[in-house]
């Protein structure tokens, strides 16, 4: 169950077309890391810059983890996507290493979460992550173009042993033990474009219903604070094609909602994503009031800071793995 154990994994070559790790005692198949099959490319403009810019994602060996690369300053340091890289987070999550940095990664990060990606090398052109139509949609689009690929060491998760809780006045984020992911976010949003019951997301994960109810949400924000941020150089490649914009009264996007609960489910999708900075999985259940990337980052430091709070594990087989991961189970032929 530990991760010190991955050395029993053995290679069997010729009964599968690829190597497949089985356990040694059980002779069950374990439960392994992620990595993509190909190259991809993209190009698209970042949303605070409006520049556009070309993102690259090259698969990576095990135990590397998710590792960004600024391609327009040859030789600056790797940026590791893990929380205590997180050096600013009032309008997206930044990677920072010395005077290098990366942001807006979350609504990547939430894809790799989505579809279980343990290691990659992002490599991107320019000071942010391109927003795309300012959901995960187009990085799943992505990701499966390219494929994903087993390798050979076993996945590990977080495993969340005991509640760990921020709060920053009245807006609180948690994890408390539960076997599976559960995310149950409310936001406190009134206004006339969204009903009451539409405040709160409570998401079982699993790679469908990832794909399915969340990945599309896209960022939200208000044609009042546009042109605030805009006076002040930023939100300069924001657009009706990369966010929800809301007057005092209406949602001003032709197209309307992809959810009746859209941005309280970008909420959710933002979540995931701040949360895979991690480094791993999470098997617990996060829930939170009023959160952001903010809260969410103090979260993700307090649960690693709390060893008695979490573990690190992984499964030697791949039925022990929670049902809210067995989505990426990949069918061997
Ligand atoms: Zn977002």
């Known amino acids: 169950m530990t991760d010190g154990e991955r050395q029993e994994g053995k290679?069997?070559?010729?009964?599968?077309?690829?190597?497949?790790?089985?356990?040694?005692e059980t002779g069950t198949?374990?439960?392994?890391?992620?990595?993509?099959?190909?190259?991809?490319?993209?190009?698209?403009?970042?949303?605070h810059t409006g520049a556009r810019v070309a993102l690259t994602l090259r698969p990576a060996p095990v135990d590397t983890?998710?590792?960004?690369?600024?391609?327009?300053?040859?030789?600056s340091a790797p940026l590791p996507a893990l929380a205590h890289q997180v050096g600013d987070t009032r309008l997206s999550t930044l990677l920072r290493a010395g005077d290098v940095s990366v942001s807006t990664v979350e609504h990547l990060m939430s894809a790799l979460a989505g579809l279980g990606i343990d290691n990659l090398h992002v490599e991107v052109a320019?000071?942010?992550?391109?927003?795309?139509?300012?959901?995960?949609?187009?990085?799943i689009f992505l990701l499966q173009s390219a494929g994903i690929e087993e390798q050979t060491a076993p996945k590990k998760f977080y495993k969340v042993m005991e509640p760990v809780e921020v709060s920053d006045g009245d807006k609180w984020a948690r994890f408390t033990p539960y076997d599976g992911f559960r995310l149950d976010f409310t936001i406190d949003f009134t206004h006339p474009a969204f009903a009451q019951k539409n405040r709160r997301v409570v998401l079982d994960f699993g790679e469908d219903a990832y794909i399915k109810d969340i990945a599309r949400a896209r960022t939200f924000g208000f044609m009042q604070d546009v042109e605030t941020m805009?006076?002040?150089?930023?939100?300069?490649?924001?657009?009706?094609?990369?966010?929800?914009?809301l007057d005092e009264v209406s949602v001003l996007n032709s197209g309307g909602l992809r959810y009746d609960n859209e941005p309280a489910?970008?909420?959710?999708?933002?979540?995931?994503?701040?949360?895979?900075l991690l480094g791993h999985p999470v098997i617990g259940q996060y829930?939170?009031?009023k959160s952001g990337h903010a809260l969410n980052n103090a979260l993700a430091r307090a649960l690693i800071e709390r060893e008695e709070a979490r573990e690190i594990v992984s499964f030697r087989a791949e039925e022990d793995v929670p049902s809210a991961f067995q989505c990426?189970?990949?069918r061997h032929a």
Not at 65 to 75: A, E, K, M, N, Q
């Open 65 to 75: 983890g998710i590792v960004f690369h600024r391609t327009d300053l040859p030789g």
């Open 287 to 289: 829930t939170a009031y």
């Open 265 to 276: 489910k970008h909420k959710v999708l933002d979540a995931i994503g701040d949360l895979y």
């Open 328 to 330: 990426w189970r990949l």
């Open 11 to 24: 290679p069997l070559s010729g009964r599968f077309k690829k190597t497949v790790f089985l356990n040694d």
């Open 126 to 139: 320019g000071p942010e992550i391109p927003i795309m139509d300012g959901s995960a949609g187009p990085f």
């Open 29 to 47: 198949r374990m439960y392994l890391q992620r990595t993509l099959k190909t190259v991809v490319t993209t190009k698209g403009a970042g949303l």
């Open 230 to 245: 805009r006076s002040m150089g930023l939100a300069l490649g924001g657009s009706l094609h990369n966010a929800v914009v």
